[in-house]
């Protein structure tokens, strides 16, 4: 292909995204919206902690966390602080960002794996403050969030609003709230990957010393990018709690810090698009078999003994993320790229004389 | 006092069997450098096997056959993933195991379901009485069968010819192998025993006067991968250490919990985490871990 034409391909292809995105909410039931809109802020949140493992080498076991930080900070902040919902939910990422930085001085020293473990410190003590901290979280039933509104224009079902004859509710305003949300995350990481720092994150990761003896500062990256990760995940959990429309302790427990880290490796490590990929895949999967689970096989409905949906669709990513790292380094997007070379090496083979041989294959 | 020494021998009998899952994860990680996070769902799976067979069985064969079995998961996962995985780095293949923890939990807590497992051993909820303190037959036997099991693996990682093996690769994997020490069988070794010590642990952590097996069992193993960490993950008598600490902890702060009402209900199940992040903040290694250091 050539330069130019790929250019066009990768503008039809982003052009029929963005449609497809606006379009969506005018045809999509409730029900799509809703994951979709999961899907949503978990790509927020897997594209800042493939920052964190996928483009540093630092595993974190406790994302879901920061997560629970963002939701609760939003709601305490708004309902008994009183600040305006737009600020409120600034602040809340700050302060997730704020409680990824009061663990850098374990984050900017421990690598890796161990990091990994340290961090399940996170998920425990996290789960125990927001049992024990009633007045605060609410305790085992969790807390209603108050919907957002922006320069009067209110995120909830009330007031009606009817666009194009599609009635206008909390999801379909949400869905673009949504969307300008993850874009702005995936741009803002896509600067922060391709930059001097992205370039730093990445020695750190494939050769420390070398790092150190280039003039890398480790630990401050280290614990930077962390606290960066962090700021990412308050943001999801503010989304999250939005959709939700209530804040409970159980949901930012141990497995959603798991769902997480199969997001990236499923979508391919050290990417934006990888991160968003993976976060599709994942909040996708267990409601495409809650919806189908009749006509399955080997999917039970729920209650029923059999496997349930949601069981079959963490054994289907689990059995994804062995598989994708034993076969498919990169993951989904990796390939993606990989059948994008080959296939024209493919029309090559087949037809040996045609004159379209590619000068430049990449 | 009495209530304090009974905590105290409470705590060193559960730190000690947390102390076996932490010398698993150890001896796994000096083998073959991976962070194993499937270690929770070993434990689950022996666990879940003497529970299922020990109606049929009767319990000592039932417990041989789940030592049996995790070992051979163990194994098993060692040989189909772990050393099938062509990757860079070792954190990438901690992930693995993580994919591999998914799958087993899922499945295993899947099997068991809302349950709770007896384990059908013979100690059931007898208590000894040593002087003023009271404390349950099975936590006595779970120090004894712990510090057996320590002593036995201890003494076969110095004077035996697998465990000079297993020290070498530890040292200097690429020489070893070149001194003609098979890594592909220290490593399989390494996950099988890892597999049976996750196995005997379980047992100890299903039986009085915990209910049995369900599957917050899980969340129990998992206080064993502080054990690991703080006591420093290359090194064994950390996992000793690390496990003594934890369960010593543990027991304190939930024996206690009525004094320390400010800190919260079910303190004593966070409590492992939070010593751990003290003990990290002062040492990054762990106690007797080694600090890596790099001449370049």
């Known amino acids: ?362 | 006092m009495t209530t304090f020494l009974e905590l105290l021998a409470n705590g060193i009998s559960v730190g000690a069997v947390y102390a076996l899952i932490a010398l698993g994860f150890v001896v796994i990680f000096k083998a073959t450098e991976v962070v194993n996070f499937t270690h929770a769902s070993l434990l689950l799976a022996g666990g879940f096997l003497v529970a299922k067979l020990h109606p049929a069985l009767g319990f000592w064969l039932a417990l041989a056959a789940g030592v049996a079995g995790a070992a051979l998961v163990g194994a098993l996962i060692e040989f189909l993933i772990i050393r099938r995985a062509r990757v860079g780095s070792h954190g990438v293949l901690a992930i693995v195991t993580i994919g591999v923890d998914i799958l087993l939990t899922t499945e295993l807590t899947r099997q068991i379901g809302t349950d709770v497992l007896a384990l059908g051993d013979p100690w059931r909820d007898q208590v000894l009485h040593l002087g003023p303190i009271t404390i349950a037959e099975t936590r006595v036997v779970a120090l004894g069968v712990a510090a057996a099991l320590i002593t036995a693996f201890l003494l076969a990682f110095k004077f035996t010819g697998w465990g000079v093996a297993m020290r070498a690769t530890a040292e200097d994997a690429e020489t070893a192998a070149l001194m003609g020490v098979r890594l592909g069988r220290v490593s399989l070794s390494a996950w099988a025993v890892a597999g049976a010590l996750a196995a005997i642990a379980a047992l100890f952590l299903c039986v009085f006067p915990t209910p049995g097996l369900d599957r917050s069992t899980t969340a129990a193993a998992m206080k064993a991968f502080p054990a690991a960490i703080l006591g420093g993950l290359d090194s064994t008598t950390g996992a000793l250490a690390g496990g003594l600490i934890v369960g010593v902890t543990e027991a304190l702060m939930s024996g206690y919990q009525s004094q320390l009402a400010f800190l919260g209900r079910g303190i004593g199940d966070a409590a492992p985490f939070l010593v751990m992040i003290a003990i990290l903040l002062f040492r990054p290694a762990g106690i007797f871990g080694t600090k890596e250091l790099a001449r370049v």
């Open chain 1, 1 to 362: 292909m050539s330069r130019r034409s790929r250019w066009i391909t990768l503008g039809a292809v982003w052009g029929a995204v963005v449609v497809a995105a606006v379009v969506a909410p005018f045809y999509l039931e409730g029900f799509w919206l809703q994951t979709g809109l999961f899907a949503m802020s978990a790509a927020v949140g897997a594209i800042g902690i493939n920052l964190l493992t996928g483009a540093t080498g630092q595993l974190s076991l406790g994302h879901a966390f920061f997560l629970a930080v963002g939701a609760y900070a939003y709601v305490y902040l708004s309902t008994d602080v009183g600040l305006p919902t737009p600020l409120a939910a600034v602040v809340a990422v700050l302060l997730a960002g704020a409680a990824g930085g009061a663990f850098s001085p374990i984050a900017g020293r421990l690598k890796g794996a161990y990091l990994g473990i340290a961090t399940l410190a996170l998920i425990f003590g996290g789960q125990h403050v927001l049992f024990n901290a009633e007045p605060l979280t609410g305790g085992y039933n969790g807390r209603p969030v108050p919907p957002m509104e922006l320069f009067g224009f209110v995120f909830a079902d009330t007031p009606d609003l009817v666009l194009l004859n599609v009635p206008f509710g909390a999801l379909e305003r949400l869905w673009f709230l949504g969307l300008l949300v993850l874009a702005a995350a995936a741009a803002f990481a896509r600067g922060v990957l391709r930059g001097r720092p992205g370039l730093a994150m990445n020695t750190i990761r494939d050769h420390e010393i070398a790092a150190g003896v280039m003039g890398v500062p480790v630990a401050r990256y280290r614990a930077g990018v962390f606290v960066l990760s962090s700021m990412y995940g308050g943001l999801a959990g503010v989304l999250v709690a939005l959709v939700f429309q209530r804040a409970v302790p159980d949901y930012f427990g141990f497995l959603l810090s798991l769902d997480y880290l199969a997001m990236i490796v499923i979508g391919g490590l050290g990417s934006v698009a990888g991160a968003v990929i993976g976060a599709v895949f994942v909040s996708l999967l267990p409601q495409l078999l809650t919806r189908y689970s009749d006509s399955l096989p080997l999917v039970a409905e729920p209650g029923s003994g059999g496997v349930s949906p949601a069981e079959a669709a963490r054994i289907l990513y689990g059995a994804a993320v062995v598989t994708v790292v034993l076969f498919l380094p990169g993951g989904l997007l990796g390939l993606a790229t990989r059948l994008r070379r080959v296939i024209p090496r493919i029309k090559e083979l087949r037809w040996p004389n045609s004159a379209t041989a590619p000068a430049s294959r990449r």
